[in-house]
């Protein structure tokens, strides 16, 4: 019995033994795996987080927001915002969009930038005037929008304060943009068309949504909102006042004698069929539009030249 007794003292010594032994190696493990997860992880998420900016620069660009946003003319900073805009209804300011906190749109979580481009409206709840292409950018994916918002919040704030706008009367009160949203805004995201190819859909969607081209190449009525019934067909009474082309394929005023090479051409590099180059405000939307994968710029041409095409002789000023 003795023996036995110490036997099993022996064996038990020898069980604890091991127990302390492994119980170190098995903590190295379980931090190894940790380690390994973690590392894995970041490497993912940063992975991903360039993927957002590479594909949010790409939608920045497409929908020229340092255009608007950007005082140029007076070597402004990046998207701090005070490039006036001559409207029929006043003079707008573009504002700052950069990240900072105080005068930009720092504190702008992704709700409020969604709603912004989806609703037109502030987060604090105010309508925006429809100079800004809300109208366009509703039809924008949540995606396309979050990663647009992901390349603006990468760029250097500015604390610079935004110009107030010069409204004539009585444009000026917001309160009155809800009225013409419920008369004019069509909110909501891009739908697919069915039977049509991905090529025009994926034009339809750079054309009608990003780039926006409709919201200087579409003519508008009295109170400002487009005339779906030219969409495309040029005015003559463009931003601050210029001439915007007609761009349906009608043979005689628009571009109907136009090859889908010869408009890609155009938005790639500003060459014009005729061996001359695109003038005006047509130089910053090609600059940005050289920006685009040949692959989209064959989309976007073939969605315009399947518009319906709209007689309208535009005048030159």
Known sequence: MHIRLNFFKHSAIKKRSRVTLWRPIYFLKSLLLAFLFLTCHNGYASSEQKENLSRGQYLFNAAGCAGCHTDVKNKGPLLAGGRALDTPFGRYFGPNITPDKTYGIGRWGKKDFIRALRKGVSPEGSHYFPVFPYTSFTKMTDRDILDLRAYIFSLEPIAKPNIPHQINFPFMFRKLIYIWKFLFFDEGTFK?????????????????????????????????????????????????????????????????????????????????????????????????????????????????????????????K
């Open 192 to 316: 697919l068309k069915s039977g049509e190819t991905d090529e025009w859909n994926r034009g339809a969607y750079l054309t009608e949504a990003i780039v926006h081209c409709g919201e200087c190449h579409t003519p508008r009525n009295l109170l400002g909102a487009a005339d779906r019934s030219k969409t495309m067909a040029g005015t003559s009474e463009g931003p601050n006042g210029d001439s915007v082309p007609n761009i349906t394929p009608d043979l005689k005023t628009g571009i109907g004698n136009w090859s889908q090479k010869e408009v890609v051409e155009v938005l790639k590099i500003g060459i014009l069929p005729d061996g001359d180059f695109v003038g005006g405000a047509m130089t910053e939307v090609t600059d940005n539009t050289a920006n685009l994968t040949d692959s989209d710029l064959h989309a976007i041409a073939k969605y315009l030249s399947s518009l319906p095409a709209i007689k309208n002789k535009v005048t030159v």
